[in-house]
């Protein structure tokens, strides 16, 4: 569920940001309102509005005047460009951290990866 | 006025203690009391004023509780203390009434059966059918100063704690057993007889309701400032 | 933001002990706070002199502008059920509740019978007779039906079972997003209800040390652990909120935000970092005995020396 890592809104945005990115929120449907969120993840629903309302800012999410909040067109697009950037940094640092810490080298870890990647396309 | 009848619902609530108890024990008393009457080979008039006196004592346990229990209940529910003390207090004479008029009604039949027929009287002479106003008024204000004493005891208790009480009431037997020492010593408990008497039912009954009135005022002060 | 509840300089002494020293704060309509503290921490003698149930020995309280003592027009917006909270003992809870529903005209009958239902509260037995769950179940029927326009919990889950706290938790979030009012919820079990806050308070030994919105706490800390010397590094230039060693490991909790290049740092360090959450930023909080200001104000943040946390630590 959720953590204490980050600001609570931040995650709430997150995790919408990934059902947008994984399909699951298509674009033009509606995203779940701030009481959804507030109850299904029993946080403060301010919280939940404040995610929401980081996510409008953003242009992920744009309001429709008395309906509610829509993901915007080609926001899924822009989430997974924004998150390539970051791949590098998120996840590439610690995984060679890591690696270098158990003796891990770079060709052996490229064939691990490949390995993985495989397996992955075979399921 | 709203907020005074909500109060009294409130107390209410506890329909058992204001008004089953009283009403069973005053119940109890008064089968007692025919038993005695019956079983004692007397012919002549048969008095049981402490059965007709029970219930007062229950109504001191009342007013009691009409601190303890409700008092918090009302705090939580943002009642003031103003509004608590009024609507317990109309609650109080309500029930005070209510156990005055069975009382009455009791003087009553006794008087038209003769004292059900066995010549046992539950009603005290003086306060019975023959003096229904006063029989009415006086089992009405003893009823309101017990609940008013149980009322304040607790109170005082709930302000100031335990010892306080003990000590103001000691204080209080104190005070009577020298006021009424001094009166014998000046030979002037002879007067005071006489000015009873004089004042009649009635008249006592007047005083009684004066000493109501003190009593409220004090209980009222001392739970104007209790905390929790 | 209107502020509903201000509180100036608020001492409560008693003969043998202060239980309230010096509190000031501003309560804005509309916010679920959290009034966080150690058992003692003068939590209960606060919401007391709020709702005119004790009173203050100096300083003031105004409660929708005004002075809350035999107030009816400002008490009857308030919802007060403490921790212990007495009842007419021979009544049922739904006479309670019948009763209670006299007082609040905005009572949601429909939510205190479906939570009756979900705490399974016995209706036909006298509440005197109500276990230590069954009782707190009964204030929060009470407190969460009234709908008051501020309603205080006090420890109001005692005795109720993890299910039972999950519904109460779950049914004053969604009344709360129905029917949105100021609600100040004090507990020691910080973590359960972290996440329902929208602003903190605590209090220790009746100060206010903590006094911010939730997610600017969130965050604002991150718990560092690995080898000595290199936490230590780590740690140059920042506020310090708690550390502990065994024996080349120390761990430190840090206050600050954790920038790009702190993580690249870190990760290429091999120390780890985890995250801290409330209940432990409060804690670490609360450990410096000297920390009397409030959490949020300025003040110059102690920085430490690379030198003494790795002397402190023990380097063999």
Redesign the interface.
């Known amino acids: 569920m959720?953590?204490?890592?980050?600001?609570?809104?931040?995650q709430i945005a997150e995790r919408v940001e990934d059902s947008i990115v994984d399909g699951s929120l298509a674009e033009d449907s509606q995203a779940p309102s701030?009481?959804e969120l507030?109850?299904f993840?029993?946080?403060?629903?301010?919280?939940a509005a404040?995610g929401i309302a980081l996510l409008v800012d953003k242009g992920v999410l744009h309001k429709r005047r008395g309906i509610g909040m829509f993901v915007a067109p080609g926001a899924r697009r822009a989430l997974i460009e924004e998150r390539r950037a970051a791949f590098a940094?998120t996840y590439l640092?610690?995984l060679?951290?890591e690696a270098r810490?158990l003796g891990i080298d770079v060709d052996e870890l490229i064939q691990l990866l490949k390995e993985r990647f495989s397996e992955r396309t075979k399921a | 006025m709203t907020r005074v009848t909500n109060v009294m619902r409130l107390q209410l609530m506890n329909r058992q203690s204001y008004v089953i108890v009283p009403l069973l024990v005053l119940g109890g008393a008064a089968l007692l009391a025919l038993a005695i009457f019956l079983l004692v080979p007397y012919d002549g008039p048969k008095y049981a004023v402490m059965a007709a006196a029970a219930p007062l004592w229950a109504f001191l346990v009342v007013g009691v509780q009409a601190l303890t229990l409700s008092f918090p209940f009302s705090q939580a529910l943002g009642a003031t203390r103003r509004d608590f003390h009024l609507g317990t207090l109309l609650t109080a004479a309500m029930t005070s009434a209510m156990l005055a008029i069975i009382y009455l009604a009791i003087s009553l039949v006794e008087k038209a059966t003769n004292g059900w027929g066995l010549n046992g009287y539950f009603s005290t002479p003086g306060l019975d059918g023959d003096a229904p106003l006063a029989a009415f008024a006086s089992y009405f204000v003893l009823a309101m100063l017990c609940f008013l004493v149980g009322y304040w005891s607790a109170a005082v208790i709930k302000r100031w704690g335990t010892v306080v009480l003990i000590s103001a009431l000691v204080g209080v037997a104190i005070a009577l057993t020298v006021a009424s020492l001094l009166l014998v010593r000046f030979g002037a408990m002879q007067a005071v007889a006489e000015w009873a008497v004089a004042q009649g039912a009635l008249g006592l009954d007047a005083w009684g309701l004066l000493l109501v009135v003190v009593l409220a005022a004090t209980s009222f002060l001392t739970l104007r400032r209790i905390t929790q | 933001m209107t502020s509903i509840i201000e509180v100036k300089h608020l001492t409560k002494r008693y003969r043998t002990a202060t239980a309230l020293d010096d509190v000031s704060l501003a309560l804005d309509e509309g916010?679920?706070y959290g009034l966080l503290g150690r058992n003692g921490a003068g939590k209960t003698t606060l919401m007391s002199i709020l709702t005119a149930q004790n009173f203050a020995t100096s300083g003031h309280v105004r409660v929708f502008g005004e002075d809350p003592y035999e107030n009816a027009r400002v008490l009857g917006r308030l919802c007060f059920v403490r921790e212990n909270q007495k009842y007419p003992e021979r009544a049922t809870p739904p006479q309670a509740f019948r009763t209670a529903s006299y007082f609040y005209p905005n009572w949601n009958q429909r939510l205190a019978e479906r939570l009756v239902e979900e705490f399974q509260l016995p209706t036909d037995r006298p509440i005197q007779r109500l276990s230590r769950g069954q009782l707190s179940a009964v204030g929060i029927v009470i407190a969460l039906a009234a709908r008051a326009d501020v309603t205080f919990f006090d420890e109001p889950y005692l005795g109720l079972d993890a299910v039972a706290r999950?519904v109460f938790?779950?049914r004053l979030?969604?009344d709360?997003?129905?029917s949105p009012r100021t609600i100040v919820l004090s507990s020691h079990l910080i973590d359960e209800v972290?996440?329902?806050?929208?602003h903190v308070i605590v209090l220790d030994r009746g100060r206010v040390v903590i006094d911010a919105a939730?997610?600017?706490i969130?965050?604002s800390a991150?718990n560092v652990v690995g080898d000595a010397t290199a936490v230590a590094a780590f740690a140059v230039g920042k506020q310090v909120l708690r550390k502990q060693t065994l024996g080349n490991v120390t761990s430190v909790v840090l206050k600050g935000q954790m920038s790009?290049s702190d993580?690249?740092r870190l990760?290429?360090s091999?120390v780890e970092v985890?995250?801290?959450?409330?209940q432990?930023f409060i804690v670490s909080s609360a450990a410096q005995p000297d920390r009397g200001d409030a959490w949020g104000t300025d003040g110059p943040p102690a920085k430490v020396e690379a030198r003494q946390l790795v002397r402190n630590g023990g380097a063999r």
């Open positions: 959720v953590d204490d890592s980050k600001a609570l809104f931040l701030t009481n507030a109850a993840y029993r946080i403060n629903p301010a919280t404040k940094s640092e610690p060679a951290a810490k | 916010k679920i999950q938790y779950d979030i969604e709360y997003a129905e972290a996440n329902l806050l929208e939730a997610d600017d969130r965050g991150f790009e993580k690249v990760a290429r091999g985890a995250p801290v959450s409330l432990q």
